[in-house]
């Protein structure tokens, strides 16, 4: 059940294929590319790749704008380079997530051609049309402050269609049984070539009822996640749905499933957002608080942990006041700010020292969960505030200090490369840094191996310990009679904590980052000094029980 259940214990490197590596010169990322860096992936510890869209697209939003699911887009090689690149993953055993984004289509797509073409195509229902403008046409954009509306008209149609994102990306109606039936090919044509599961884009769009004839309130149907778990699973047994879902913790088991039946894995927005405070204000109560209210969990299923990832650090979730401290931190200009609840910057600028950035990634790698990496965050990568909206996170990855990074030969890339600061592509790179043992990477290297020796962090109980101070955050974890325990200190000063591990062995503390231990006192207590910044990983009681334990 552990290797079926893979997910529990990998580590997921997210990428997109045009700004990684470009092997041909012309300027976009490719399949080729990717698979010359697999060795590189492999090294660093990744054993799972999330892709982002790369099937033909118009390629208005990101490759978000799909004009034909069953293909790969030019520019990024073909279909023989896709299953070439899936033969050489899985020889290094590495696993492949790739993107669902099925609650829209790109208007350039044949089936919304022939919609809003003919009436009487089979595929006119297949979107959602309003003969007249609905009331609510200016309400529940995803972007606002930069989308219009929810509603457009559409010349040739005479009627108006239904997008929840922008007016390219009319949405598909998932009421509609074809359109269903539709989606399963999908995920069954890209299983059989190999790819391990999805990463399943707008979950809740997905699953609402579509706003049509004069139904103001949408619903939520939990039992298409139901139907798509089961196809899958059908397919292949051991795949797996990561859906992207920014909801309230109360509303998650719905997603996941009473007895887990629905979605796998569900990325844990909440806890990201009350992460970003904690690192701006070294007070980890909230970020507790979270956690506890994300805590249960139907069997099998798992959150997904991360910092950052291809679109703004959503801010929505905190109230007005905690909001106001981490703009005030992270995103103090408007030019960092994006749709009025979020920031536009990469992790390195925003925290702008290594010792902070360690400490952000050593939190999000002991978190209850699995952890995903953003490409280029294990160097330090910065960002470019002078491209549009979110493109300013989507810069070309920075692998050598030649021209054009190594990423290509091409005068003119997809996104500009980072050419002036401290984070330009001259400073900041791979090679650089793999020859470095105290760089960025190469801690991110032994972080990936530490994580996974440690499975408690996947698959077992937690629980948070006190510290005695507001500034860090200690979580004990068990399972299978083994204890692991990790404590941050989010503060820029020093702090002592007094820790009490409750459990058996705890009187010893194997640290297992430095060859070190904690002895408790009398009382059963450890007096744990943290540096500025500070982290410990601890194994409780002696490493060589806890290693018998696991071979048995």
Not at 15 to 32: I, R
Not at 175 to 182: L, W
Request: aromatic share 12%; with cysteine.
């Amino acid at each position: 059940m552990i290797e079926d259940l893979w997910y529990k214990n990998t580590v997921i490197y997210s990428l997109d294929l045009e700004t990684f590596m470009d092997s041909n010169g012309d300027g976009v990322g490719d399949f080729e590319g990717l698979t010359r860096r697999l060795d590189y992936l492999q090294s660093l510890g990744i054993s799972t790749i999330w892709l982002s869209p790369f099937q033909p697209t118009p390629n208005h939003d990101n490759g978000y704008d799909i004009s034909d699911y069953y293909g790969v887009d030019p520019r990024h090689g073909s279909s023989g380079d896709f299953v070439e690149f899936m033969q050489q993953a899985r020889k290094r055993g590495i696993e492949v997530v790739m993107d669902l984004v099925v609650n829209h289509s790109s208007d350039q797509h044949p089936w919304f051609q022939h919609s809003r073409k003919d009436k009487n195509s089979q595929y006119r229902d297949w979107y959602v049309w309003s003969k007249k403008r609905p009331a609510g046409w200016k309400t529940g954009m995803v972007f606002p402050g930069v989308q219009k509306s929810t509603w457009t008209y559409d010349k040739d149609a005479r009627e108006y269609y239904f997008h929840r994102f922008y007016p390219f990306q009319p949405d598909l109606n998932m009421h509609h049984p074809a359109v269903r039936t539709e989606i399963r090919r999908i995920m069954g044509y890209w299983l059989e070539l190999g790819v391990a599961g999805f990463r399943v884009d707008a979950v809740p769009f997905i699953i609402e009822t579509p706003p049509t004839r004069g139904n103001k309130n949408t619903k939520l149907n939990f039992e298409y996640l139901l139907e798509m778990r089961e196809f899958l699973q059908w397919r292949r047994g051991d795949s797996i749905l990561l859906g992207e879902a920014n909801v309230l913790p109360d509303e998650t088991l719905n997603y996941f499933g009473k007895d887990g039946e629905h979605i796998h894995m569900m990325f844990n927005f909440f806890v990201n957002q009350h992460l970003f405070y904690a690192l701006a204000t070294a007070e980890v109560a909230p970020l507790a608080a979270a956690l506890r209210a994300t805590k249960k969990l139907p069997p099998g299923a798992q959150w997904a942990q991360f910092l950052r990832n291809h679109d703004e650090l959503d801010l929505g979730r905190l109230d007005e006041k905690q909001r106001d401290k981490v703009f005030a931190r992270f995103g103090p200009e408007l030019e960092m700010q994006l749709y009025h609840r979020g920031i536009r910057r990469r992790l390195a600028p925003m925290l702008g020292n290594q010792r902070q950035l360690e400490l952000a990634y050593s939190v999000m790698f002991s978190l209850p969960g699995t952890p995903v990496i953003r490409y280029g965050d294990e160097i330090g990568m910065g960002d470019d505030l002078s491209l549009k909206e979110r493109e300013a996170v989507r810069t070309p990855m920075q692998w050598t200090a030649e021209p054009q990074s190594g990423f290509s030969t091409c005068a003119k890339t997809v996104h500009p490369l980072i050419t002036k600061g401290p984070y330009r592509y001259d400073q900041v790179n791979v090679e650089a840094q793999r020859r470095d043992p105290a760089s960025l990477l190469s801690w991110t290297a032994h972080m990936i191996r530490l994580r996974k020796e440690c499975p408690e962090i996947g698959w077992g109980d937690w629980k948070i310990l006190p510290t005695g101070s507001p500034s860090v955050l200690a979580i004990r974890y068990d399972w299978r009679g083994n204890s692991l325990i990790v404590a941050h200190n989010f503060d820029e000063k020093a702090h002592e904590i007094r820790l009490k591990p409750e459990v058996e062995g705890g009187d010893k503390l194997l640290n297992l980052l430095v060859e070190d231990e904690s002895r408790a006192d009398t009382g059963g207590t450890h007096r744990i000094a943290l540096e500025a910044y500070g982290y410990r990983w601890y194994r409780v009681g002696n490493l060589n029980h806890v290693l018998r334990q696991r071979k048995e």
